[in-house]
């Protein structure tokens, strides 16, 4: 047998057995970031030894899970706990009979999109799609002229489409944490990312919109409130049905799955002929009550610290792009202090794109492109090939945790759902752009949870399309009968 064949072995014999009966340093190992090579070995050694916190082993990763589990469960029965869990109330997937025309909004970036799509027999046959950008005035003033502003989108787009006199449902991606009462009606719970909206507490954002859209005599009903997740997993199933977890690894990162029905608590609806129910879980907020402290690192807390909601959604600041080129920057700064890395980087000047970056030269084992944005970001001309290696295994490092806690949050879905194959949607900036971490998270998932088949498949424009195609799936059900959920 050749050591390739029998090295393969080796693995997959740990796959299925973890770490036990085998050798747990090597199921261990596995885990670790590559190291990293310089000529000047004490040097290298010395950023490795810096950078530890950031290198999670098995064993902690098996932790979070444990903790993660303890946390879904808390939140499923509407115990205190860092996890919303919150019930979507989007209770079936595509069939292929969706049909109709459909607007849908996307909110959660900078970018706010208004579409139009039109299904039929589960096909998309028509698609218009128009960009809006939202201004930090919008993003950070009264939640109101957010709306108001949304609404002038919506007319916009019309008019341009000459659609203006039509009548529309509409399906609305809100992606922020919700407490949701229907299918279609939900208030905010707070902000995350870059909004920060005042005069949103209690409010039905679903409701406000609707008031926004009629002010101006537009014929459009909000159908369904949904969150990126929801449409990513809609969007998901309607390629595959095998999907029952979407996920988003982008600016933020969140997860939600196909949750048996009897396990959920909170129904403000009949809910007797359900069967699963789809469930947001919002980790991004997953250790906010303290139960992750044991992973937070002292470059964590600068994140956090330069955040614009600081101590909230605690564990998106470890995985989410609007915040890996900070943590790049600030892990920099650190060994810039300790006289390990000859410059400070400026802040904000290395952004998530420079993580991809960074790893993408690794990968084909160059350096040039990362060491002219090192020396834009530092603003100096002082910095070396070595410099360019250890900027590209930080990069590395916090890749490899970002990779290694969206698996542990995916693999604990896997086990807690204990189906024979489960296809994972995932959509997101991160999981498309960065070369790495698809690769990285099939290791993970696979090492965490190696008794359960999955597959991760992009899922591309929940928010869009998995809008509308869930917009489609009220209909379907009202058709029915169904009772309205
Ligand atoms: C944030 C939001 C969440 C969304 C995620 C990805 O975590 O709170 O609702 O799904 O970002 O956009």
Known sequence: MSAAVENQRTVEIELVNGHGGVDPRKWEDLFLPTPLKLEN??????????????????????????????????????????LQMENTYVPELPDGTEEGSFLALDLGG?????????LKAGQ????????????????????????????DCVQDFLVSQSMEKETFSLGFTFSFPMRQHSISSGELITWTKSFNCGGMDGVDVAALLQR????????????????????????GAHIDRNVGIGVILGTGSNGCYMERASRVLHWERPHSAVHDVCIDIEWGAFGDNGCLDFLRTEFDDEVDAKSLLVASFTFEKYIGGKYLGDLLT??????????????????????TSHVSLFEEESCAGEVSRTLSALREACNSDLLSTADALVAQ??????????AQLVSVCISTLLKRMDRPYVAVAVDGSVFKHHPRIAKLMNKYIALLAPAHQFSLMIAEDGSGKGSALTAAIAARMATRGVARL
């Open 41 to 82: 070995r004490l040097r290298a050694q010395k950023i490795e030894a810096r950078l530890s916190k950031l290198m999670l082993c098995g064993s902690t990763l098996r932790r979070v899970g444990e903790v993660f589990e303890k946390e879904i469960e808390a939140g499923l029965r509407q115990q205190p706990s860092s």
């Open 110 to 118: 900078t970018n706010f999109r208004v579409l139009f799509l039109e």
């Open 124 to 151: 998309l046959l028509r698609e218009k799609v128009k960009h809006y950008h939202i201004n930090d005035a919008l993003r950070l003033g009264p939640g109101e002229d957010l709306f108001n502003f949304l609404a």
């Open 212 to 235: 926004c859209l009629s002010a101006r005599s537009l014929d459009v009903t909000v159908r369904v409130l949904l969150n990126d997740t929801t449409g990513t997993l809609v969007a």
């Open 330 to 351: 600030f892990t920099l700064s650190a060994l810039a202090r300790d006289g390990l890395f000859p410059a400070d980087p400026n802040f904000r000047k290395l952004q």
């Open 393 to 402: 295994y930080v990069a590395h490092v916090i890749s490899n945790r970002a």
